[in-house]
């Protein structure tokens, strides 16, 4: 039977007891890092199964090694009854795995058609020519079974607005699954609906109730209400381990908040009794603050020695401000002041001489210099400042040995390539930059991201030295323990706005399960 024509099934009618995937006993593990620890699951077809955690829980993890994105560390895949290791992406799509990702697959400067079927395109070839017509004639009939006929299959992808690529996003994988004859395809859902309107929601919700006969379908998403009416089962991750799974009728948002969290702040691990009361002093004062997309109308201030937490989903705008308020990404309404002095134009150059430092949440991509040593990884933001063109070798050596000393950065050499240190090393070495530049605003967006415990001990007393010495700190985080041991006062962001604001004072910590309940 062709997938696209309407199964007539509704929720709960799963077709089969035999499961189309399973997961057994999946770990994998990222140096000290595990992601995902013995992760167990199983998706029947006719069923949608929702997975819910906090971020960084493994949820994205798992999705990736089933689609092909990564690899386990131990553990088993079982499609269709065999063990399978897909190398990549194009091989699971050939074998019936299709995902839908958080950030868009689509190619922009290519059509709709094309979009559709790509990588697939020997599908409409003859003698090494594309048969064009056949594949827009193919697009348009699934734009029309699917009620988006309105959608031209010959403009260019770039010309739609985010929620009409969202949806082409989504009607791809069936697209394909039709293609290659996958008649029992596996849908990998994650955060479909984040940029989604209301009507667009609607129809993603009914197109899946109308397909998921013939599919086995999961479904990973923040928003507690969706996943309840949605999916047929509820797997709950915690820590990259699998702690709750239950039927969608038993449970309720109450049941998942308290089931997604469950845990015991260690006080002594965050440094709480180091927690200092901030001068009157305003260093970063936003107003209005918004760059019309990911986030707006953000009014926030952080005083000298404090610490102010932002919480917030994937996607809830939380990364995009520190990086707006550092410059590098574009705001375009409302004021940033810095020690009272409104800024009109200002670019990560500008804002590290002003002694605005900054650590992105991507260390490797976007905070390290990996073909540099140690040390000019630690002088990096100091020579960026300075006005002479010319490199003090000396000193800069003699910074990164006081910094490696002071901040117990395990290397061979401050001349070592920057690679060859520990995730929790090179975080340090990053932090270590704005030190020898020396800031008095930090902007931190998950400072302790994949680094082991004992590396988040020396970052969390690091931050307090930082606090004690007057540095304002702006702390974004996924890691909501972190944030409430951590921070002086929160606020939680969801859908690019500040909806929650909470004073975080040692005697009168917020409870996790207080914020999540803001967050989704």
């Given amino acids: 039977m062709n997938i696209l024509q309407d199964s007539g099934l509704g929720p709960g009618k799963a077709e089969s007891t035999q499961p189309v995937l399973e997961v057994r006993d999946i770990t994998r593990v990222f140096g000290p890092v595990h992601a995902l620890r013995g992760v167990s699951l199983r998706v029947r077809k006719g069923e949608i199964v929702g997975l819910i955690g906090e971020n960084g829980a493994g949820k994205s993890t798992l999705l990736n090694i089933i689609s092909g994105t990564d690899k386990q560390t131990s553990g088993t895949v079982i499609l269709k ?149 949605w999916s ?43 927690q200092r009361e901030p001068e009157a002093e305003p260093v970063l004062q936003l107003e209005g603050f918004g760059d019309h997309t990911t986030f707006r109308d953000v009014n926030l201030s952080v005083l000298k020695g404090e610490i102010v937490g932002v919480a917030g989903v994937l996607g809830s705008g939380k990364t995009e401000l520190g990086q707006a308020v550092f410059g590098d990404r574009r705001a375009h309404n409302g004021t940033l002041e810095h020690h009272g002095k409104r800024l009109h134009r200002w670019s990560a150059q500008s804002m590290s001489r002003a002694k605005v430092g900054y650590v992105p949440s991507e260390r490797k ?36 040995e006081h910094y490696i000393a002071e901040l117990g950065i395990k290397t061979s050499s401050p001349r070592a390539n920057i690679e060859s240190l520990s995730g929790g090393n090179q975080q340090k070495a990053v932090l270590a930059r704005w030190l020898a530049r020396g800031v008095d605003l930090l902007i931190l967006d998950n400072p302790t991201r994949g680094v082991d415990a004992g590396a988040k001990e020396g970052i969390y007393d690091l931050i307090r030295d930082l606090a004690d010495a007057g540095v304002a700190i702006l702390l974004i985080s996924d890691d909501l323990l972190e944030v409430i041991g951590l921070s002086n006062r929160i606020v939680v962001m969801k859908d690019g706005a500040i909806t929650y604001r909470v004073d975080a004072p040692v005697a009168a910590k917020p409870k996790e399960t207080d914020l999540v309940a803001t967050m989704v």
């Fill in 365 to 400: 991509e976007d905070g390290l210099l990996d073909t540099f040593s140690v040390a000019q990884n630690i002088s990096f933001a100091r020579i960026v400042s300075q006005k002479s063109p010319l490199l003090d070798l000396r000193r800069e050596m003699r910074e990164a």
């Fill in 232 to 274: 047929d089962r509820i797997v709950i991750f915690k820590d990259g381990e699998v702690v709750a799974e239950a039927g969608s009728r038993e449970l309720t948002e109450e049941k998942l908040h308290y089931l997604m969290v469950g845990r015991e702040r260690d006080k002594e691990f965050y440094r709480e009794d180091r």
């Fill in 81 to 229: 009854g065999a063990e399978v290791s897909f190398g990549n992406y194009h091989e699971a799509t050939r074998n019936g795995v299709f995902r839908i990702f958080q950030e868009l697959a689509l190619v922009q400067n290519m059509t709709v058609w094309e979009n559709l079927f790509l990588s697939h395109e020997q599908k409409f070839t003859t003698v090494g020519f594309i048969r064009r017509k056949d594949g827009i004639r193919r697009a348009k009939e699934l734009l029309e079974r699917f009620d988006h006929g309105w959608i031209d299959p010959e403009r260019r992808v770039q010309d739609y607005p985010f929620a009409v690529r969202q949806v082409l996003e989504v009607l791809k994988a069936f697209a394909l699954a039709d293609l290659l004859g996958q008649t029992e395809p596996v849908i990998l859902l994650d955060e479909p609906t984040a940029a989604l309107a209301a009507d667009e929601i609607d129809f993603l919700r009914d197109l899946l109730i109308k397909l998921k006969g013939h599919c086995a379908i999961i479904l990973v998403s923040h928003r507690l209400s969706e996943l309840l009416e």
